[in-house]
């Protein structure tokens, strides 16, 4: 296992277009989550699956951000008419949930998103 | 809420010295804390995970404590080295198990 996947590392994109950023879990892992991170901030929340089942939504994902697990492995964020404030990077990570059991979670390597 | 504080936000520290880098966290039912280490423009390190029932957890020339009962939480870095500039970030768990971070401790370690 080569642990949490992200792509792409980087993306350029005009304002106003759409963009989708993937992440591939470590295998097995029930837990995935996505984070935001902004220059000289430590990541935020934005949302977590269960499975398949998308469990919860920050109020930083506004209506242009939608994320899907479809089969319970890998994860898609689209962000829909980008916007400047966009631009950060984009973090995804997974962990093991058993009951009873501690949650560590580990991260991929981001995506890195520059609206123009 | 939980709100998570680090301090120093930044460190400059010569080769060889031992560092100690402080996180607090207001809310004090957690189950677990973690410390991370990113390097610029990289993703997330995870360092150690210290559980609520632990008091320290040790990794290599890395300790790191936990005192729930005063809401704080410290990395030990012993014989910092070079290699060991990075940005430290701390987090804990809230509510669900999604994690609430700290701004991070930059450190630069010279040779």
């Known amino acids: 296992d080569t642990g949490v996947s992200q792509n792409p590392r980087h993306k350029i994109t005009k304002r106003g277009q759409n963009v989708t950023f993937r992440c591939d879990p470590i295998?097995?892992?029930?837990?995935l989550y996505w984070y935001r991170q902004t220059l000289g901030q430590g990541p935020e929340f934005l949302t977590y699956?269960?499975?398949?089942?998308?469990?919860?939504k920050s109020r930083l994902l506004s209506d242009r951000f939608s994320a899907e697990r479809p089969k319970g492995s890998f994860s898609t964020l689209e962000i829909q008419r980008t916007e400047q404030g966009d631009s950060a990077m984009y973090l995804c990570?997974?962990?093991?949930?058993?009951?009873?059991?501690?949650?560590?979670?580990?991260f991929g390597q981001g995506t890195r998103l520059t609206v123009v | 809420k939980q709100e998570v504080t680090q301090i120093p936000a930044a460190l400059s520290v010569p080769e060889g010295e031992n560092l100690v880098l402080n996180c607090s966290f207001t809310?004090?039912?957690?189950?677990?804390l973690q410390w991370f280490r990113q390097d610029p423009g990289k993703g997330l390190t995870s360092l150690l995970l210290?559980?609520?029932?632990?008091r320290e957890q040790t990794s290599g020339r890395l300790n790191a404590s936990l005192d729930k009962s005063s809401g704080r939480s410290t990395l030990y870095i012993a014989a910092s080295q070079p290699g060991d500039s990075a940005t430290y970030l701390c987090?804990?768990?809230?509510?669900?198990?999604?994690?609430?971070f700290g701004t991070g401790t930059r450190l630069q370690v010279f040779p």
């Open positions: 699956f269960q499975n398949e089942a998308q469990l919860e």
């Open positions: 809310d004090s039912a957690i189950y677990n």
């Open positions: 987090a804990a768990p809230y509510n669900t198990d999604k994690l609430i």
């Open positions: 990570a997974s962990s093991l949930v058993v009951y009873g059991g501690d949650t560590e979670a580990f």
């Open positions: 295998s097995e892992h029930n837990r």
């Open positions: 210290i559980q609520s029932s632990q």
